[in-house]
């Protein structure tokens, strides 16, 4: 006698795809670092649990413990960044004709998460380009308010922890003209900037030719279909590396990003209260 399993569709999965980890992890995190707590509390497993979206037992436990053994050193972080009071920033920048623009923009808005040590931000998984970007963008409008001369902007991940370093506000006013200069190019015809390949792009020394090898991993990646190339607007507006060319692509990524890098480092979590309390001195 012998035994013929197969799997088919109706099989229950014992893992979660890439999208619904970051999505739970996301949770998870959300959920603990809103009440301040070390770890998730346990009315929010529950109903994990019985909202269908984990593994049958027992898998959904071990799925769960594995989860979060990845987030707790991130939760402590983050925790430890905010302190006990956190604060809003109201933005309200004027950029005209003499910032370089070629219409007038006026920059509004609200930023939240604001602590005495900086801007906190956080994500599941591992940081990229685009998060990266946006973060520095918020970090140039604290900046350019003029709130504090020593302000840092920080983003956690399951790893590591990024940081930003202040600048005058004048200095920032320079950079977010730029950022702004380019959007309204943009809005005239296609902008060469994709997040992740220019930043790839930007943080490898040598000649365009060099960079661009380094670039195409983010651009497109044949074994996982994952890159930006992949994205419907980029496929059918750029082809590389024949697009990629250093004065429409280099250019643009360089102005961008050098300025940026020149701001930013990373280290472990684990090193994140030497980088703060160093600084502080």
Known sequence: M????????????????????????????????EQKLETPDEALLQRLKAGGELPLAPFDDLL????LHDIKPLIGRALYLQGENQKSLDIDLAFTAQDGLNEAIT??????????????????????????????????????MGENKQHTSYLLDIGHFHAFHGVTPEQARVQLSLWLNL???????????????????VEVEGEHADKLIEAQSQWIDEQSQLGEGFEPHYQRLF???????????????????????????KDRLSELTAFVEGGAQ
């Open 239 to 265: 082809s590389f590396p024949e697009d990629f060319t250093e004065v429409q692509f280099g250019h643009t990524a360089m102005t961008l990003l050098s300025p940026m890098l020149s701001l930013y480092h």
């Open 183 to 201: 959007f309204q190019s943009g809005q005239l015809h296609p902008l060469m900037f994709m997040p992740r390949t220019a930043l790839a792009y």
């Open 107 to 144: 920059l509004v808005g609200r930023i939240d998460d604001l602590c005495a040590k900086g801007l906190v931000n956080y994500r599941p998984g591992t940081a990229n380009g685009r998060d990266l970007i946006r973060v520095y963008l918020r970090h140039l409008c604290i900046c350019a």
């Open 64 to 67: 769960l413990g594995s989860y």
């Open 2 to 33: 012998g035994l013929n399993i197969q799997a088919d569709d109706n099989d229950e999965p014992f893992s979660l795809n890439a999208l619904e980890r970051y999505k739970l992890q996301a949770n998870l995190l959300d959920n603990a670092i």
